[in-house]
């Protein structure tokens, strides 16, 4: 596939796309920052978010919130 991807990575891709694209319309998030890491997840996918500001980060222990999505 487009950049090497194999598409089973691609079709899984275009899976949390959707998903993420039906919580945003759906706009039930409990707190920003989960609005945020979805918003960001459609960007890196191809997809679009309108409108999209990026925030300047907050404090240490908000930023944690970030790192445990990216390792677990």
């Given amino acids: 596939g487009k950049w090497g991807v194999s ?3 691609t079709a899984i891709g ?3 796309l ?3 694209s039906n ?3 759906s706009d039930t998030f409990p707190r920003s920052d ?4 979805v918003e960001l997840t459609v960007l890196f ?3 679009a978010v309108f409108p999209m500001s990026f925030r300047k980060p907050g404090a240490h222990h908000h ?3 970030m790192a445990y999505s990216i390792y677990f």
């Fill in 45 to 47: 996918l191809g997809g």
């Fill in 63 to 65: 930023a944690r919130f």
């Fill in 18 to 20: 959707e998903w993420a």
């Fill in 34 to 37: 989960y609005r945020e890491l």
């Fill in 7 to 9: 598409s089973e990575l």
């Fill in 14 to 16: 275009k899976e949390v």
């Fill in 23 to 25: 919580c945003l319309e």
